[in-house]
């Protein structure tokens, strides 16, 4: 995202735009990938919900959120595209709110990886999960990423939560 300080991120946040949703693909190539037809679209605000149930010290993927979300539903997936834009929305709204804040630092994109798209980027994401207790790892030579180390180990299971 761009000009970030110029955005209402509390207001996407807050507008559902048609969602939730369901819709059925038919591209063979997607059903193959995601295992199934049926794809659900979560709203910005339902993300926020999940990403604020993360304990100090614990984490959650992006992925294991749209499993949580498909599950609920009784859907085969959670539509992807949307999930990390709404995960972003979700970091940014709370960044600009004084009170109630999601510690979006928590949410990891595929395999531990930090999220650049986060306020401050990688560097403030990478503060917040050390002072939590984990470990961040560099991996690469060019296209340089940071992963948590062990994330698996301190993942938060949404399902046992209710």
Do not use: C
């Amino acid at each position: 995202m761009a000009n970030e300080e110029k955005k209402d991120f509390n207001a996407m946040l807050h507008d559902n735009k048609d969602m939730p949703k369901f819709q059925v693909i038919t591209d063979q190539k997607s059903i193959e990938k995601y295992g199934g037809n049926n794809m659900y679209f979560a709203p910005p605000i339902d993300y926020d919900k999940v990403m604020k149930k993360i304990p100090y010290g614990k984490v959650i993927t992006i992925g294991k959120i749209r499993e949580f979300f498909a599950k609920e539903n009784d859907a085969d997936f959670t539509e992807p595209i949307t999930a990390g834009i709404f995960v972003s929305i979700a970091a940014w709204a709370s960044y600009q709110r004084t009170e109630d804040k999601t510690p979006y630092w928590r949410t990891l994109k595929a395999n531990g990886e930090l999220n650049s798209k986060y306020p401050g980027g990688i560097e403030v994401q990478k503060e917040k999960l050390e002072a939590e207790g984990h470990t961040i790892i560099k991996k690469g030579r060019k296209n340089i990423k940071y992963y948590v180390k062990d994330y698996e180990d301190v993942l938060f299971d949404l399902n046992k939560e209710h």
